[in-house]
C-alpha cells in the first residue's frame, strides 16, 4: 500500500499542495479537523487508524514514540531552515522507496543543514552522532536522513 501522509500545523501547507499535485493521498490537520487537538489522545490515534505517516517539526511525536505509542510512521522535520523544496524532495523520494507497511513504527528525520541546491541521502541505521558528509569540498545542502529507533540528528 502507498504511503499516505498527515501534515502537521507546523509544516507549510504548500507541501502538501505538491504532493497532491503528484497525485499522493496527504492530510493536513484543517483538512481532518484536528488543528489544535491533542497529539497523543487524538491526532496520532487518528493518523494510525487512517494509516497515515505523520509529517511534523513537533518533537513531541518523538517522545510518544520513545514511549512506545503505536504510530503508521512519523517523518521528522529537523532544524530552523524553511526549504519547501528540499523537504518535498524526500518525502516524494520516500513514497518511491516505502511502503505504508513498511512505515510502521519507523521514525526519519529530515535536516536541512545549508540553504543551496539538495542532495537526499539516505543514512541508514548509522551510530548515533554519524551522518554522511557532501561529497567533495565545496558546500551543498543536504538532507541527512536516519532510520530510526536508535538514531537521531544532531543539531
Known amino acids: 500500500m502507498d504511503v499516505r501522509f498527515l501534515i502537521d500545523e507546523h509544516i ?5 499542495a505538491a504532493l497532491r499535485q503528484r497525485g ?3 492530510l493536513t490537520l484543517v483538512d481532518a479537523n484536528l488543528l489544535g487537538a491533542d497529539d497523543l489522545q487524538r ?4 493518523a494510525t487508524a487512517e494509516g497515515r505517516v505523520v509529517v511534523t517539526r513537533d518533537a513531541d511525536f518523538l517522545a510518544l514514540h520513545r514511549e512506545g505509542a503505536s504510530h503508521a510512521g512519523i517523518v521528522h ?11 518535498i524532495r ?12 513498511s512505515m510502521v513504527g519507523v521514525v526519519r528525520y529530515i535536516k536541512i ?17 554519524h551522518a554522511l558528509p557532501p561529497a567533495g ?5 543536504h538532507l541527512i536522513l536516519f532510520d530510526a529507533v536508535s538514531s537521531s540528528p544532531e543539531s
Open 24 to 26: 499522493h493521498d496527504v
Open 12 to 16: 507549510d501547507h504548500a507541501i502538501a
Open 113 to 129: 543543514n545549508f540553504p543551496r541546491e539538495a542532495r537526499v541521502r539516505h543514512a541508514g541505521k548509522l551510530p548515533r552522532g
Open 77 to 87: 522535520r529537523h532544524g530552523k531552515k524553511r526549504n519547501i523544496k528540499q523537504a
Open 43 to 46: 491526532i496520532l490515534p487518528f
Open 137 to 141: 569540498n565545496k558546500p551543498s545542502a
Open 90 to 101: 524526500y518525502l516524494l523520494q520516500l513514497v518511491r522507496e516505502e511502503t505504508a507497511e
